[in-house]
């Protein structure tokens, strides 16, 4: 069974900060692996996505890497503004199913 | 606007007392799926359906029920709500070729909790 996990689960940083947000999961037979962003009271905006044959993908400030082999992707977020504050979720999808794994979220705080 | 529109969002109800919470997309999507939203566990699959008669359990499908008369609406029933229910749910919808990418279009939320 697929797990997925998210480090670190919360995360405060002074804006301007690079940053590094982890996932890793344990089974490597993956499609894809995707990043969410959450905010409050609203649903999830699809930030990256990245093909199992892929190694990274870009998409203005932020750069999100995966690993397969290893089972690893990171989400890093270069300068961080107070608008970055959210929370974070890391979502693969199985070559055999037709679902997202989800990892249960990193929350991030960027202070002004 | 391409949406998915989720009814309620909020409701606080008591222990035994039915609830359907409705879930519309207006994008003609094939997929649609529930999931739940704990502390510390991520979202989890409740139910999905790949089209209209066609649904299907995911992880978590204890407590529920699910219908897909037509192709835009996917209501989640909860005949006798418990208090282990308590959660965030989220319905999504994608086209069919999207399952594979998991490009899922989602709701806002529906924050319940059971008493």
């Known amino acids: 069974k697929q797990e997925v996990t998210q480090i670190p689960a919360a995360l405060s940083v002074p804006e301007g900060e690079n940053l590094v947000l982890n996932c890793s999961f344990t089974?490597?037979?993956?499609?894809?692996l995707q990043w969410f962003r959450q905010d409050p009271g609203k649903g999830l905006t699809s930030l990256l996505l990245?093909?199992?044959?892929?190694r990274e993908q870009t998409s203005g400030r932020l750069n999100a890497s995966l690993d397969k082999s290893s089972g690893r992707s990171t989400l890093y977020i270069a300068a961080s503004q107070p608008g970055d504050s959210a929370t974070y979720l890391c979502?693969?999808?199985?070559?055999?199913?037709?679902?997202?794994?989800f990892g249960a979220g990193t929350i991030l705080r960027v202070k002004s | 606007e391409a949406q998915v529109t989720q009814n309620p969002r909020y409701l606080i109800t008591v222990t035994g007392k039915k609830l359907t919470v409705t879930c519309s997309q207006n994008?003609?999507?094939?997929?649609m799926s529930w999931y739940r939203q704990d502390p510390g566990l991520g979202l989890r699959q409740i139910y999905y359906?790949?089209?209209?008669?066609?649904?299907d359990k995911g992880d978590v499908p204890e407590g529920y029920k699910v219908s897909r008369k037509e192709k835009r609406n996917f209501p989640l029933i909860l005949e006798s709500p418990s208090p282990n229910q308590t959660s965030l749910y989220f319905c999504?919808?994608?086209?069919?070729?999207?399952?594979?990418?998991?490009?899922?279009?989602f709701g806002e939320g529906s924050r319940l909790t059971v008493l």
């Open positions: 979502a693969v999808v199985m070559e055999y199913g037709n679902k997202l794994v």
């Open positions: 994008m003609n999507h094939e997929y």
């Open positions: 990245i093909q199992s044959s892929q």
């Open positions: 359906s790949m089209n209209v008669e066609v649904t």
């Open positions: 999504a919808s994608s086209p069919p070729s999207a399952v594979w990418t998991g490009e899922l279009f």
């Open positions: 089974d490597s037979a993956i499609y894809n």
